[in-house]
């Protein structure tokens, strides 16, 4: 989680009351945030320079700090005005502000073109304006401060968004996103006296900068850079790595201009409002922000920021089913009013419908509400109860049965491998020689390797894989996995279903089919399934009380030589398949020597000793 560092004193003095370690403790506590530690600017450098001969630290103030750990989702809170803010409303001292749009009648707004060519890097932007702030030295750090954490927490270290703020006193719209070759983009950066082109300021930043060197690679390897032109070709920003010195802002600074660059435009939405949300108190009319219109690539036109409320209806019942306490509707609509939540009642007391600020983004579902809820109510007033109902705890059947397998496997003399569970597509389809439907596979949105493209339907890649990697293995190499794949379905809510497959490979100079059809018969044996033309009386009895027996029947795949290969059937469903893999499927994971496998689904195996099937899945 975020810690937070604020001066005690400015904090106190904004609270409106003077606190003991020990009370601003619990009032932490109480909230939900917490106290980590006391300390000041002199112990913090002090630490910092520890060991370092000749430190000089008697220059560092001596006030103060709270450094207070904030839950990672209260984006509202990662500064002082933000967190007084909310303590402030927490206690009854102030009321929840109501954020509003500057009524710009008559008036033109600032305007924001973006370019086609942005869409190659960083296509999208948000823009707003404060008139009128008083900024001093405290309120211009904490603003410095908010962005950085910002940075570092919902931006993703720059990646989803960028912030750049500018004196727009020193600056004239429209202004324009483009994005150009690193060459044609030359300016001042800040704290810079020298005018570098932007290729060459990226070198320098790599080699001097400790700070902005890890944001270099972000754009690093584009074609063109994002940069911000004003009406004079005057360079604001060039996101996400710095502003431009031409417009930093100071002290002296009435009117901001800020601009939110991003790869996501809803995280840029939610990084604005809480920018504006948070200084927008410091402006001459408080809590009153300027609409900038954004034109974008299409030359649609949009108006940001979005300070609009979002509307939820939760049912009470759900909430004190919860927290067990019997609240009326109307005392939780006054509760959610202590957590910066405008909320009533229905009509006929069963459902809460809460208006839910731009300061409170993390607020996404009813259980968010039950929780504030809970917080605003006192988590130490909650009533211990002992639960009506008694459980107990034990292995869910379908994980015992595989870790019986799984000692029955090692006897046989196969060694248990653990692969990831997500994979390239040409591992999964391509290499295998299978076809991608499109309704097979769950596929990663924005995968970080080319190596984590899909989650596995087969734990064959895998195994594979597993060969490949150990060649130099001496023969024959005997490897076995029982674990999850992922296939989409739509009996589930969330789109996919796992399902509990073991997977077995012999790799030696010969195929050795007679290997994994011997374990095969011994998983059916362990498993108490005997097979479906076994003439042995206990036998029939046993697949007449079972419903079927196993067997396997001659197929055809493309993963496994043609006429060595068999699916396996249970009750007539299709439950695996074994055989001896294809020579380019081979080629394809860079194996040597012939292969059989085996791959069999569990969970139709899982039942108690009175053959009645038992719950494979938690949920």
Known sequence: MPVVGVNRDKLFEALGQTYTEEE?????????????????????????????????????????????????????????????????????RQAPPQYRLADMSGKQLQRMVVRPETALVRPFVACAVLRGVALDPVRYNS???????????????????????????????????????????????LKQTQEFNARDLLQHYLANDQKLKKFVPIIQSSLVY????????????????????????????????????????????????????????????????????????????????????????????????????????????QLLSKMQLTASASADGSRVQVQVPITRSDVLHACDVMEDVAIAYGYNKLVKTVPKTVTVGKELPLNQLCELLRGECAMAGFTEILTWALCSHAENFEQLQRQDDGTTAACIGNPATAEFEVCRTSLLPGALKTLGANKDAPLPVRLFEVSDVILLTGDKGCGAANRRRLVAVHCDRAASFEVIHGLLNRVMEVLNVPYSEDADPVAAAVRQRLGGGYEWRADNDPTFFPGRHASIYFKDQRVGEFGIIHPDVLAAFDIVNPVAALELDLEPFCFDQFFQPMPTQIL
Do not use: W
């Open 143 to 189: 603003f410095i401060d908010l962005q950085d954490k910002l940075h570092q927490n919902l931006c993703r270290q720059r990646t989803l968004v960028a912030i750049g703020t500018h004196d727009l006193a020193k600056i004239r719209g429209p202004f324009t996103y483009e994005a150009l070759p690193p060459e044609d983009i030359s300016f001042v950066p």
């Open 226 to 333: 994002p940069v911000i032109y004003d009406s004079d070709r005057r360079v604001l920003s060039l996101p996400p790595i710095i502003n431009g010195q031409h417009s930093a802002i100071s002290l002296d600074t009435r009117d901001v201009f800020i601009e939110c660059t991003a790869t996501d435009l809803t995280k840029a939405k939610i990084v604005l409002n809480t920018v504006v949300a948070m200084f927008s108190e410091y402006c001459e009319r408080p809590f009153e922000v300027e609409p900038v219109e954004v034109v974008d690539a299409l030359g649609n036109t949009h108006v940001y920021p979005h300070l609009d409320t979002r509307q939820m209806e939760v049912d009470a019942s759900y909430i004190r089913g919860c927290i067990g306490v019997d609240l009326p509707a109307d005392q939780m609509a």
């Open 24 to 92: 601003f403790e619990e009032l932490c506590f109480e909230y939900g945030i917490e106290l980590d530690d006391v300390t000041s600017e002199k112990e913090m450098l002090r630490k910092e320079l520890a060991g370092q001969a000749g430190a000089d630290v008697s220059g560092a103030s001596e006030e103060v700090i709270y450094k207070i750990d904030i839950p990672a989702n209260r984006y509202d809170m990662l500064c002082l005005e933000g967190i007084a803010r909310a303590l402030n409303i927490f206690r009854g």
